[in-house]
């Protein structure tokens, strides 16, 4: 019972790590970022769920599978590592179809053989069929594995809907450019590079759904002589589209048209107070961008 315990001890660690490690993740994001400001915490916490819904779905199958490989002679870490790699869909697919076939023992000699078998090749006995019956019945082994496991892909399924359709409705999702807290864009952006280093906030990109807005936060550290400078160039310009330079702190809300600049703009501060201030572009059908953005 002990040995069997100690065996189990070092899967138990590897599961509460892989938890941990999931934790500090979404840690070291809130961080480094804004939080999860602008984003209903049910949001996050339902991609929370599904990941870790996951790695149980993928645990509990594989470790039916160890328990099958052990009865069938197979790899018992090879084929569990497959399943937990290959998520549990594929790797159990895999796995049904390589998998080796269940042999009995021949009640005269011992000798391995298959429960389809009428008599054993070794020596030859004839095997009953009431032998086969009692072999077939216990094919059907840790059931509580499975049954773990679909109910955790249940649940990775309930969350991951969950979280696929208030992305998609834009629910709990702040999409105002004006407001004071982060911005989370429901479409995508192209071919995107995006820098701040020393201050100096760089982005380009190729194209963006309508709408799509970019922010970076920056410091005002004295408004009256410190100036916003803004070089920005768009390729591409279809008709109708923009690129809109907003300044957003607090109640204060200043936008610029900056589609069309033939020369760096050069942005008064002074109705700001020092502090953080969200400085976001607004893309709107502008394509082949390439912009420079800093307080100075």
Same mark, same amino acid.
């Given at each position: ?76 870490? !090879?084929?569990? &590592?497959?399943?937990? /790699?290959?998520?549990?869909?594929? #790797?159990?697919? =895999?796995?049904?179809?390589?998998? $080796? ?55 990775? !399924?309930?969350? &991951?809907?969950?979280? /696929?359709?208030?992305?998609?409705? #834009?629910?709990? =999702?702040?999409?105002?450019?004006? $407001? ?117």
């Amino acid at each position: 019972m002990n040995h069997t315990k100690n065996k189990k001890f070092p899967f138990y660690i590897s599961i509460a790590i892989i938890f941990l490690l999931i934790v500090l993740r979404f840690g070291v994001y809130y961080l480094k970022s804004d939080g999860f400001s602008g984003l209903s915490m049910l949001i996050p916490v339902m991609l929370l769920c599904f990941i870790v819904f996951t790695l149980l779905t993928s645990a509990f199958f594989a470790a039916w599978v160890y328990q099958d490989c052990k009865k069938r002679g197979d790899d018992p870490l !090879l084929w569990p &590592l497959v399943c937990l /790699i290959a998520t549990p869909f594929i #790797g159990l697919l =895999i796995y049904f179809l390589r998998r $080796s076939e269940i042999k009995g023992s021949c009640p005269a000699c011992g000798h391995k053989i298959s429960l389809k078998a009428k008599y054993c090749e070794e020596c030859g006995t004839p095997v009953k069929k009431e032998d086969n019956n009692v072999m077939v019945k216990q094919e059907t082994h840790h059931l509580k594995f499975i049954v773990a496991g679909i109910v955790s892909m249940a649940l990775m !399924l309930i969350c &991951l809907t969950g979280f /696929i359709v208030s992305a998609a409705t #834009g629910n709990g =999702i702040n999409t105002n450019v004006a $407001s004071n807290d982060r911005i989370w864009n429901s479409g995508v952006i192209n071919m995107s590079y995006s820098t701040y280093i020393g201050d100096v906030w760089k982005l380009k990109f190729r194209s963006a759904s309508d709408g799509f807005v970019k922010e970076q936060s920056m410091t005002i550290t004295d408004p009256d002589t410190q100036l916003l400078h803004a070089d920005v160039s768009c390729g591409t310009v279809p008709e109708g589209a923009t690129l809109v330079l907003w300044l957003v702190q607090g109640e204060v809300v200043r936008s610029v048209d900056i589609t069309d600049l033939s020369e760096p703009l050069e942005y008064s501060l002074n109705e700001f107070e020092n502090g953080k201030v969200h400085v976001r572009l607004q893309i709107n059908g502008v394509e082949n961008t390439v912009s420079e953005i800093y307080i100075k």
